[in-house]
């Protein structure tokens, strides 16, 4: 059973660096694909980085130039490094797992979900 625990939320100022990690465990982490997704509060889960096991990624356009998704295959880890946040980046923060082949932005393609770690901006 694959497990995906994020960590590294919280509440920071606009203009901050945050970065979030994800753990992953229970199956062969190298050969998937990974994301990131937030969801705001009465909205919908929106995408924002996937990157393949080589460290091919794509990012929405609404984070590019700011955010930057990356992995560590031998540690079984994802990670988000978030420049110069904006309020408008506040929302909870999940980490996801394809185990398909594309670099997906749509969510129903990711199988497996953390349960998610808040980052709140203020202005």
């Known amino acids: 059973q694959v497990q995906l625990v994020e960590s590294g939320g919280g509440l920071v100022q606009a203009g901050d660096s945050l970065r979030l990690s994800c753990a992953a465990s229970g199956r062969t982490f190298g050969a998937f694909v990974m994301a990131w997704f937030r969801q705001a509060p009465e909205k919908e889960r929106e995408f924002v980085a996937t990157i393949v096991w080589n460290g091919s990624a794509r990012t929405a356009d609404s984070v590019k130039g700011r955010f930057t998704i990356s992995r560590d295959n031998s540690k079984n880890m994802v990670y988000l490094q978030m420049n110069k946040v904006e309020p408008e980046d506040t929302a909870v923060y999940y980490c996801?797992?394809?185990?398909?082949?594309?670099?997906?932005?749509?969510?129903?393609?990711?199988?497996?979900w953390g349960q998610g770690t808040q980052v709140t901006v203020s202005s």
């Open positions: 996801a797992m394809d185990t398909g082949f594309g670099l997906s932005s749509n969510p129903r393609d990711y199988e497996y």
